[in-house]
């Protein structure tokens, strides 16, 4: 009896040097994604890339072995900018676990972390430099940090950069870098800034796009509740008691998070909470609690929509949507990652159907509205007073 086999795509044959190859066997890496599997070739080539996809899809793969392969046969040094301090931490884990049996050395140079400690990594001379826009600069203008060895530069989430009000500061970092280098622009979507990006600092970019812009991830299940403000903690017990996995919630504000991290513990779950208005030691340590399980819930701000990286999130709750539609599609990227399925719900007040409306446009679907449930009573103490959530 015969079978027939399925053509599985794997590493091998998209020109990856053999010891590489063995490091990402050991590392039970056996299936490139889609993005990987394009853009690979071409950056070993050492072509300009401008790479469009979703959030989730093994981006930083994408660019790390070209960029680490290239520095281990060319020498030079590479430079990876990215928006957020917790998606810098994740891209460099990633860097240093691929290329440490190589002897590669990296440096993480981010805003809220020791400046003495950051020039101290910088005088061991890193093959690879990961950071924000902001620190970067700073070391720039204090002659702590040269990029004259720069052969492949990094820009991920250029979108969000942007976004973020990071342009200026990009704009001076890509003065300081050497004419003759390898630029790799990864984006979600690609607004008119990216585009002037790719064509004034990059040369005849190959452009490999996996999914249009302002598409969502395939696998999620999009849902959401029409109901009031003041149903919203009501609805997020009920939810919680229905889901058993690790639980993404996004509030719109800081204040918001606390507020809604305070109330789930007081409720008897284990939760944390992540937002600019924690320190970057307390930000770390939620998010490693998160991905050990030490926190069933993470309570957090869009600063964390594309910052993290944890596979297994079953369920994201939007308990605010989003000002920003294509944040939406960020936000439910935590869920549903590399080919998983995942669920995501949006908790929506009746004054913002136009804000559904313009998500639903820009994803070019629409999401279903499911009937409210009955919702239980939730109490939990604020100081002295004990406070009720009725239905």
């Known amino acids: 009896m015969t079978t027939n086999k399925t053509n599985q795509a794997t590493f091998y044959g998209l020109g990856i040097a053999p010891r590489l190859l ?7 890496f056996v299936t490139p994604t889609p993005i990987q599997e ?55 884990e990633t860097l240093h676990t691929l290329g440490r049996s190589l002897g590669l050395r990296t440096a993480l140079i981010i805003g809220g972390a020791s400046m003495h400690q950051q020039m101290q990594a910088i005088s061991k001379h890193p093959h690879i430099v990961i950071g924000t826009p902001g620190r970067i600069n700073d070391h720039l203008e204090q002659k702590t940090l ?45 607004p008119d800034d990216v585009v002037r990006i790719g064509t004034e600092h990059m040369r005849l970019p190959f ?21 009031k403000r003041e149903q919203k903690l009501s609805l997020l017990e009920k939810l919680l008691t229905e889901y058993r996995g690790s639980v993404l919630v996004f509030s719109r504000t800081k204040h918001g998070a606390r507020k809604i991290c305070h109330a789930l513990r ?65 936000r439910i990227g935590r869920t549903g990652r590399a080919g998983a399925t995942g669920r995501a719900i949006s908790f929506v007040t009746p004054d913002q159907k136009r804000a559904v409306r313009d998500i639903e446009r820009l994803l070019q679907t629409f999401i279903v509205a499911s009937k ?20």
């Open 38 to 92: 394009k853009a690979i070739p071409v950056a070993l080539e050492g072509k300009d890339i401008i790479g469009i996809a979703q959030t989730g899809t093994g981006k930083t793969l994408a660019f790390g072995i070209p960029m680490i392969q290239k520095i281990a046969q060319a020498k030079g040094t590479g430079l990876v900018i990215l928006p957020t301090r917790e998606l810098a931490h994740q891209v460099e």
């Open 266 to 330: 007081q409720s008897g779950h284990s939760a944390s909470e992540i937002h600019s208005g924690k320190t970057l030691g307390q930000r770390r340590e939620a998010l490693e609690g998160f991905k050990s399980g030490k926190y069933r819930i993470l309570v957090a701000t869009d600063i964390a929509s594309r910052g993290i990286d944890v596979v297994g999130i079953e369920l994201v709750i939007n308990f605010d949507i989003p000002e920003n539609p294509e944040d939406y599609i960020h």
């Open 146 to 190: 040269s990029f004259n060895e720069v052969s492949v530069l990094v820009l991920d989430e250029a979108d969000r950069m942007l976004d973020m009000g990071f342009l200026p500061q990009i704009r001076r970092i890509l003065l300081k870098l050497p004419k003759t280098r390898q630029t790799m622009l990864f984006s979600a979507t690609m």
């Open 207 to 227: 452009r490999v796009e996996i999914a249009r812009p302002g598409t969502a991830a395939e696998k999620v299940e999009q849902e959401l509740f029409v109901l």
């Open 372 to 391: 409210l449930p009955e919702l239980p009573q939730v109490n939990y103490e604020r100081g002295n007073r004990k406070v009720y959530f009725h239905r």
């Open 22 to 28: 063995d490091i990402l066997s050991s590392l039970k």
